[in-house]
Structures are given as C-alpha cells and as structure tokens.
C-alpha cells in the first residue's frame, strides 16, 4: 500500500493516536493537543533552528512518544501499517527513513 492513500494514512493516525492517548487523556487533552503542546514546549526552540521536520524528527529519535524505534519493531509496524510485510530488499531502507517518515506524518496529524 502506497503511503499517500487514505488507508495507509488512517492507519498511521490511528497508530499515532495509540501511542499517546494514555498521556494525552490523564492530560486532559486530545492527542494532537497533547503532540502539539509537548513539541514546542520541549523542541520549540529548535524549529527556528533547523525547521519543523527536523526539530520534529529529533524529538522523535529521542522517544518523547512511545513510537516503536528497534529495527525489529519498525518492520512489523511496517507491516501492520501497509498490510503486508517489507519486501526483504527494502528493509534497510524503510529502517533508515523510518524517523523522517514519522516525523512527517506526525506533523500531519497534530497539525503542527
């Protein structure tokens, strides 16, 4: 599955929104609210620095978001996300995008 498709983008938002609705309801805030204040509070800084996917991308290879982030656990995301695993040739290159991939999809769907 394509990652401009609206299925692969629900799934993803869906997959966003699980890894953080624990923190964002004991919050009392939606999950994009919950991205979005953590974000600037603790990266807001950097996006003049270096611009929002940057900043965005570093805040997430630092784990402020309990996404997955092994090398084993980004494939099988891969998987649940596209409904079919990585083709084996690929593996290394979705792993090695993984964090720019997210960062731009979190964007997107805390409206950052």
């Avoid at 083709?87 to 964007?107: L, Q, T």
Wanted: glycine residues 4%; proline residues 2%.
């Amino acid at each position: 599955m394509k990652t401009n498709t609206n299925k692969y983008r629900t799934n993803m938002d869906n997959y966003i929104m699980d890894c953080v609705q624990d923190e964002a309801t004991s919050e009392g805030m939606t999950a994009q609210e919950y991205i979005k204040h953590r974000f600037y509070a603790e990266y807001g800084w950097m996006i003049e620095r270096y611009g929002k996917q940057r900043a965005m991308c570093e805040w997430l290879q630092g784990l402020a978001i309990n996404i997955a982030y092994t090398y084993h656990d980004i494939l099988e995301l891969y998987a649940e996300l596209h409904g079919e695993p990585c083709p084996a040739h690929k593996e290394d290159e979705v792993c090695e995008n993984y964090f720019d991939h997210m960062a731009m999809n979190v964007i997107r769907f805390a409206n950052i």
